[in-house]
């Protein structure tokens, strides 16, 4: 949730209709040709697996990478480490090239659209944290204006962005992939496309948690030695077909969140 270009543009919606967006019903079940495709690939791997793991062994050198070619690491990390440190519970200390550029600018939109977002000191040291110096403080005075104590209320919320008795309120941002539109040595404009879960759960709320998917495009510039934001805007999708998940309880949802813990994002 956040107003990007758009103060007071928010993430949260009021329950929908039943029908489905794209037109047609929703399916009520898996098929069978799924699940059989499915166990077909799982076989096909294992097989693959097995025959890896009992090839003959060729030389020594062969083994090791031979010449100057690399020894072989499957589960090594690629590219620059994507962060050094850790600055009011947000990864900072990014690297300076393109990696880090889109590394900074996934873990920046899950920290916009938050939770944490909606709780004024949170949002001090959030801005603070994220943005380049000059557009703190006009940030941080339209956050104020967008995020008001009767906008919290309809969330749940109290003033200082805690849910109420009885409620949990969610807004979790997990990207699903980046892509840099331009770079130079002293900025970076990147899109994040992103998933997330969003809304109140309660028994009795108007803002139950449901899912949304939309893009981030962040601009971002070369600052004392890390990336800052200059400018953020949010548009809605791409957004796949829905699938066919059951729904979970309020108390499902709220505990999920309170249990699985988040990531660090990086290229």
Not at 3 to 14: F, I, S, Y
Not at 200 to 229: C, I, R, Y
Not at 237 to 249: I, L, R, Y
């Amino acid at each position: 949730m956040s107003p990007g270009d758009d103060a007071g543009q928010t993430r949260t919606r009021l329950p929908e209709g039943g029908g489905d967006p794209y037109g047609g019903a929703r399916r009520g079940g898996r098929s069978s040709s799924r699940s059989l495709v499915t166990v077909v690939g799982v076989v096909v791997l294992l097989i693959a697996a097995i025959a890896f793991a009992n090839r003959g062994g060729g030389d020594s050198a062969a083994e090791e990478g031979g010449g100057d070619s690399p020894k072989s690491a499957a589960t090594a990390p690629s590219g620059e480490k994507p962060v050094k440190a850790e600055s009011a519970g947000i990864p900072s200390g990014y690297a300076h090239d393109r990696q880090g550029a889109e590394s900074a600018a996934a873990n920046y939109a899950v920290a916009l659209v938050s939770a944490d977002i909606l709780k004024p000191a949170r949002r001090t040291e959030i801005v603070q944290q994220l943005f380049v110096a000059d557009k703190q403080a006009p940030l941080k005075d339209r956050f104020d204006k967008a995020y008001t104590t009767e906008f919290l209320n309809n969330l749940g919320l109290d003033k200082n962005g805690n849910a109420t008795a009885g409620n949990a309120y969610i807004s979790r941002t997990m990207p699903v992939g980046t892509k840099v539109t331009s770079y130079s040595g002293t900025a970076a404009a990147v899109e994040v496309w992103c998933t997330g879960v969003f809304g109140t759960a309660g028994e009795k709320t108007t803002n139950p948690v449901s899912s949304d998917w939309f893009t981030m495009s962040l601009q971002l510039h070369w600052v004392d030695g890390d990336w800052k934001v200059d400018s953020f805007s949010q548009k809605d999708g791409p957004a796949p077909v829905p699938g066919d998940d059951k729904a979970s309880t309020a108390e499902e949802m709220a505990k999920a969140v309170q249990e699985y813990g988040g990531f660090t994002y990086a290229r």
